[in-house]
T-cell receptor, first 116, second 116 residues
Framework: AQTVTQSQPEMSVQEAETVTLSCTYD???????LFWYKQPPSRQMILVIR??????QNATENRFSVNFQKAAKSFSLKISDSQLGDTAMYFC?????????????FGKGTKLTVNP | NAGVTQTPKFRILKIGQSMTLQCAQD?????MYWYRQDPGMGLKLIYY???????DKGEVPNGYNVSRSTTEDFPLRLELAAPSQTSVYFC???????????????FGPGTRLTVL
């Protein structure tokens, strides 16, 4: 079974600075997807960024980028120019593409606080 | 589009009571999921469905039942509520063919359930 580990329960950053959230995963599959979801206090789950395992290029979405290290099974999220609205729980998630069910396995999350 | 909707938003149950959490989506997605999120934890998959009439167990199915008679609706049934089922429940949907290959799961706003 796949597992996802987020080793940082909480992090804080000053507004406008850069922060990196860590995620490691365990799988024997070669083809899969990785995601970062944001959960603000409203509880809504919002997709931040996704990475396909067969793509070597790291995904970027505006201020959000990932460092995907397939051999190390590492998938960290970098947030540049942090904003107060980035304060939220961040969940790393793994999707196995085998079997066609598109199921997600989530880490326990990292609580990020952006300070003014 | 309303996206994924869930009712109710909040509910308090007594031990042994039953209830159904409703989930509906208007995006014509074939795949639907139920997750639970316990305090300080990530989301865990309860049940999922890849199409009308097809359901399967996830990681934590005990104490729950589902049905999928239409593409739009995916209700989750709790038959004999227990304190261990106190959690926030999320419904999600996706369809790789319609999502432009993004594999993104779209989440509802969640239902906070307390069993006393």
């Amino acid at each position: 079974a796949q597992t996802v580990t987020q080793s940082q329960p909480e992090m804080s950053v000053q507004e406008a600075e850069t922060v990196t959230l860590s995620c490691t995963y365990d799988t024997s599959e070669s083809n899969y997807y990785l995601f970062w979801y944001k959960q603000p206090p409203s509880r809504q789950m919002i997709l931040v960024i996704r990475q396909e395992a067969y793509k070597q290029q790291n995904a970027t979405e505006n201020r959000f980028s990932v460092n995907f290290q397939k051999a190390a099974k590492s998938f960290s999220l970098k947030i540049s120019d942090s904003q107060l609205g980035d304060t939220a729980m961040y969940f790393c998630a793994f999707m196995n593409t085998q079997g066609g069910s598109e199921k997600l396995v989530f880490g326990k999350g990292t609580k990020l606080t952006v300070n003014p | 589009n309303a996206g994924v909707t869930q009712t109710p938003k909040f509910r308090i149950l007594k031990i042994g009571q039953s209830m159904t959490l409703q989930c509906a989506q208007d995006m014509n997605h074939n795949y639907m999921y139920w997750y639970r999120q316990d305090p300080g934890m990530g989301l865990k998959l309860i049940y999922y469905s890849v199409g009308a009439g097809i359901t399967d167990k996830g990681e934590v199915p005990n104490g729950y039942n589902v049905s999928r008679s239409t593409t739009e609706d995916f209700p989750l049934r709790l038959e004999l509520a227990a304190p261990s089922q106190t959690s926030v429940y999320f419904c999600a949907s996706t369809d790789p063919g319609l999502a432009g290959g993004r594999n993104e799961q779209f989440f509802g706003p969640g239902t906070r359930l307390t069993v006393l």
